[in-house]
């Protein structure tokens, strides 16, 4: 009966550690990044999965127009922006 406790204390200390060492840290970050997207407007600069960066023309509803520095504009998928990329002052205008 000793040997039981035992393997299930570690069990149960072996789930807590995976929790706190991956689980809860991956939901903090999909609730910052859900968060980010929730803030975004036309204008903000992002980049996207593919590396890409772009200014955003229009929001949809699941998709969103960028406009690259060429000039060409291009539809993506709102779940494959990455993040907005912060301008800074000196260099506003250019991506």
């Known amino acids: 009966m000793d040997q039981t406790w035992v393997m299930l204390i570690f069990l149960v200390a072996l789930f807590a550690i995976m929790y706190f060492l991956m689980i809860r840290p991956r939901q903090k970050q999909q609730k910052q990044h859900e968060e980010m997207m929730k803030q975004l ?55």
């Not at 060429?70 to 912060?86: D, H, N, P, W, Y």
């Open 41 to 95: 407007r036309v204008g903000d600069n992002v980049i996207i999965a593919g590396g890409i960066y772009g200014q955003i023309e229009r929001l949809g509803e699941d998709t969103v127009i960028l406009k690259l520095e060429s000039g060409a504009t291009m539809r993506v998928a709102r779940s494959s922006i990455l993040g907005k990329q912060e301008v800074e002052e000196s260099s506003k205008g250019i991506f």
